[in-house]
């Protein structure tokens, strides 16, 4: 499906479908901050798609020794299996009751969202792009956006957030602010548990709840999530809609959700002549081949790459 004559909506745009011509670009890295910077200030539109790396270039960290030092009560309770290696991989235990759940991941929404703060490679970013008509379409849950100044109404996170709760089996489609509770349990948590007392229940049918994260089918997508899924099918039917140039800033994804962002973007690129892409993403940079000038491909350490294409831009 061509975009160029249709509104997009969110499910028109998502793609399963890889490209057939991958490669590695070959030009000197110099070249490429050139050739991105120049990309980037011809565009009169830059929706930007964002990953895991994103966060872990601006110097979230996940797992290594800092897991180990910050987590090494669950490490000592829970054995140093596979599990234990990370907090991503953490959040899979199979934690024996609601307490040990909750033990858990209260004090992971605390360190990966609630006192997260590494913004300022975020603030250099939109500070790049300042005076662009842009959008920003993510896959991260820890907020970083919304820290480093970017408003509501130009974020679509799709995957729910370290900051909300529901309903475990999705019986009614409103989410919860959990932050407060989540301060109460990482104080009140001993030997990893919380208190009985603290162990969230439905408000409506009484059940178990759980995180306002896209890991089943009960995945809860409230009114909010919506109004933003509005808004970033306005933003981009108006931006194809003018024929303007349109820049697509491709940062930090990778092969682990590629029909949200990476996949569509290819898309949106191949089937309209008025899109660049710009992809960023060390070690995944690869792009289409039969883009020619229209696509770049930076597989450098993404910090350095935006700091040098926002330099090259002054």
Known sequence: MSFCNKRITFENFLSGIPARDYIFQKAPYEDQISQAAK??????????????????????????????ENF?????????????????????????????YWGYWS???????IEANHTMLYKTLLSMLDSKEIFCLSTNVDGQLEKAGLTADKIFCTQGDYFHIQCAKGCHQNRYDARELFRQMDAARVDCLIPSIMVPKCPVCGGRMNMNLRIDQYFVQDAEWYIAEKHFEDFLSEAISTGRKICLLELGVGFNTPTIIRFPFEKLTRENEQISLLRVNLNEA?????????????????????????????
């Open 72 to 100: 090494a009560d669950f490490r000592t309770k829970y054995g140093n299996g596979p599990y234990m290696q990370d907090m991503y991989s953490a959040g899979f235990y199979p934690y024996p009751s609601e307490e040990a």
């Open 286 to 314: 690869v792009v289409l081949e039969h883009l020619g000038a229209r696509a770049i491909g930076i597989n450098v350490d993404m910090k350095q790459s935006i700091e040098d294409i926002c330099r090259a831009m002054k």
């Open 107 to 113: 004090k992971h929404c605390m360190k990966a969202g």
């Open 39 to 68: 990309m980037i200030q011809e565009a009169d539109y830059i929706l930007i798609g964002i990953g895991a790396g994103m966060s872990i270039a601006a110097g979230a960290i996940y797992g290594g020794d800092w897991f180990k």
